[in-house]
């Protein structure tokens, strides 16, 4: 029987209005995450799927993580030293011709994300192990304002190096779970961390990704204003 809580690639990939190979583009890269199979077909957990769908796709090359963490920073007021002068030009003049789905869209090489099942004590623990980032980032009082939103509670997102997430699961007892109240983005670029913060656009992007309309819609304001403002 057919776990209903998951879709097939081809359903997946009806749903999102794209090709097969691109389902299994998107399962690599960690936006999309199978929940299992039945019998001989991989299914892909729904929810994955519809916040994608929800954050839309558009078909066209994304970005390099590289190129997406220098966009993020530039919407940001950041610097990102770790491209040249004329690939910041270009970028500046790309960045002038988006929106806020364009911008989530292209960037969705940024980081590797992977979804977990926590208790309440390593949910706690494991904050303080992350670069937060999404509704977790809402604990700090100038995010928050930025957003107007507030808490954070019972959820843990966050960037860590890349290498670093296996040891945080194993030390915090997190089970992989796509509907899971911790979220861990994987990064290998540590220069747009100024601080030990996300860029302001990366919080964004994150909460994009959210199935809560009042966070998606939050994030897809922000990311407006940085490139319009």
Do not use: C
């Not at 359903?11 to 199978?34: F, K």
């Not at 960037?159 to 030390?171: C, H, T």
């Not at 030990?196 to 922000?222: H, N």
Request: charge should be neutral; hydrophobic fraction near 45%.
């Amino acid at each position: 029987m057919q776990d209903m809580s998951g879709m097939t690639v081809a359903e997946a990939g009806d749903r999102l209005g794209i090709t097969r190979a691109s389902v299994h583009d998107l399962l690599e890269s960690g936006q999309l995450t199978a929940s299992g199979r039945a019998g001989r077909m991989l299914l892909i957990n729904r929810s994955s799927v519809e916040r994608l769908a929800m954050a839309g796709t558009r078909r066209g090359r994304a970005w390099t993580a590289k190129t997406a963490w220098a966009a993020l920073a530039l919407l940001s007021g950041q610097n990102p030293t770790w491209i040249s002068a004329s690939e910041k030009s270009r970028l500046k003049t790309r960045l002038r011709e988006l929106d806020a789905d364009a911008v989530r869209v292209l960037a969705r090489n940024k980081d590797k994300t992977h979804r977990y099942r926590a208790t309440p004590d390593g949910l706690a623990a494991l904050n303080d192990h992350l670069i937060p980032s999404g509704a977790s980032a809402m604990r700090a009082e100038s995010i928050a304002g930025t957003f107007g939103m507030a808490g954070g509670s019972g959820t843990a997102e966050g960037y860590v190096m890349l290498g670093d997430v296996s040891a945080l699961a194993d030390a915090f007892g997190l089970v992989e779970d796509p509907d899971g109240n911790a979220i861990i983005h994987e990064v290998d670029l540590d220069e747009p961390f100024v601080d030990g913060r996300a860029p302001v656009a990366a919080i964004a992007v994150d909460l994009m990704a959210s199935l809560a309309t009042r966070e998606r819609s939050a994030g897809q304001r922000v990311i407006n204003e940085l490139l319009h403002g």
